[in-house]
Structure formats: structure tokens, C-alpha cells
């Protein structure tokens, strides 16, 4: 609790520019602490998450870098019951959407027309998406909730195109599944120096 009390602390003191809330190296700590402790959630309560705490976390995700910021993304909000279970029997690693009042899906602008008039990809697509669905990620974690990134790319993202009439030209790149958590599993140490090179491999 004190971590989340924290975290939108700091939020609220970055998103003002800075007030007398609380201080720069508490927010500094509580924004550290939030990368560092989430961890993704599988199991979830009934409690539906309000369209606030939705936006927030939207919010989060267009405020990406994207290549040549073109910001490619569209996000399909799903809180139908019978369109998460859907989702649910055609995604095999995503069956956790059965008990999740919310999802998100990430999909971005993959082909596009030149001014010469031909189909070009923009080769960007999941490396904008990806950075907006850890934006998503961390955000969900600061506001209490928990989430999983559920991959729905290639193959998977066809079927996930066509469940939600996502147009030819985008491609998805996964369900982010989001709910209140009915679980609390230890954050993983993933901390490995051993993985780092200076100056050259
Ligand atoms: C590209 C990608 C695809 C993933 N796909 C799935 C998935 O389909 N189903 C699932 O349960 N978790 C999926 N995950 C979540 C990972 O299993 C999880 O992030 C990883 O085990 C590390 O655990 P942590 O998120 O708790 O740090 C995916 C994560 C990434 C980054």
C-alpha cells in the first residue's frame, strides 16, 4: 500500500510539474520501486477497473518514444465478459482473460502507403508497441492493479485481428490482461551483472 500511495504521489508530483507533496528522492524511490516490484499477475478479482484508472493507463502508453515518432499504435480497450472469454478460447497462453474484467490490446500501423503510392511496412511497429505496452505495464502496477502481457503477434494476432475487426493493415502484438490482483508473487531477481559489457563486448 505504501508503495502505491507512493507511486501516484510521484506521479501526481511529476504530472504537476513538481509540488511540495513529497520530495524529489521520494518520487525518485517511488518510481525506481515500481519498475522493481512489478511483476506479472495471472489471477484476478470480479472488481471491474474504473474508466479512470483505463485512461491512466493509455495515457502511459502514448507517452512512448516511438521511431520518428510516428506513434503508430491503437489500443482496443475489451471489458465484455463474452469477448475476453472469446479471446480467451482462441489464445492458448492467454486463459487467464477467463477470470480478468479487462484487456488491452496493442497493435500498431505495420503497412502504410508512400506519397508514390506504394505499400511500405514501417519495420518499427513492435519495437513502438513494445515500449507502449511496458509504459501500460508499469503503470497498472502504480495504480494497484495487476497485468500480464500475453503475446498476440504472427499467427496469434491474425486470429486476434479477426475477433476484433482490426483492420488489414495493422498488426496486434499482444493482450495486455489487467484486473485487481487475487494474487502476490514475488518480483523476480533478474539482476545479472555478469550481462553487462563496458565499452566493448
Ligand atoms: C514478448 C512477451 C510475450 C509474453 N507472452 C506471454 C503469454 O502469452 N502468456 C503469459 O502468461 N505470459 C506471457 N508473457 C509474460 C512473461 O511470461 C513474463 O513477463 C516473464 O515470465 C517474466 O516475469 P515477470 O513479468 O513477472 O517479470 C510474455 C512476456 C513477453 C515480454
Not at 95 to 122: Q, S, Y
Request: with cysteine; glycine share 6%; charged share 25%.
Amino acid at each position: 500500500m505504501k508503495r502505491i500511495i507512493l507511486a501516484l504521489a510521484a506521479l501526481a508530483a511529476i504530472s504537476c510539474g513538481g509540488n511540495n507533496q513529497i520530495s524529489k528522492e521520494q518520487a525518485q524511490e517511488a518510481v525506481f520501486d515500481n519498475i522493481m516490484t512489478r511483476t506479472s499477475i495471472r489471477k484476478f478479482t470480479e472488481q471491474p477497473v474504473p474508466a479512470e484508472a483505463v485512461e491512466q493507463m493509455l495515457r502511459a502508453g502514448m507517452a512512448a518514444p516511438t521511431a520518428m515518432n510516428w506513434q503508430p499504435w491503437e489500443f482496443v480497450v475489451i471489458s465484455e465478459r463474452a469477448k475476453l472469454d472469446d479471446l480467451a478460447g482462441k489464445l492458448r497462453y492467454a486463459k487467464m482473460l477467463t477470470e480478468a474484467p479487462l484487456a488491452i490490446v496493442v497493435c500498431g500501423r505495420r503497412w502504410f502507403t508512400d506519397r508514390e503510392g506504394n505499400r511500405r511496412e514501417n519495420i518499427f511497429w513492435v519495437d513502438d508497441c513494445a515500449a507502449a505496452t511496458e509504459n501500460i505495464l508499469l503503470a497498472a502496477h502504480a495504480l494497484g492493479l495487476g497485468a500480464v502481457w500475453a503475446a498476440a503477434k504472427d499467427d496469434r494476432g491474425e486470429i486476434v485481428k479477426e475477433a476484433l475487426g482490426i483492420p488489414e493493415d495493422f498488426a496486434t502484438l499482444n493482450v495486455i490482461v489487467i484486473g485487481y490482483p487475487a494474487e502476490t508473487p514475488q518480483p523476480k531477481d533478474k539482476w545479472k551483472p555478469e550481462k553487462i559489457h563496458y565499452n566493448r563486448y
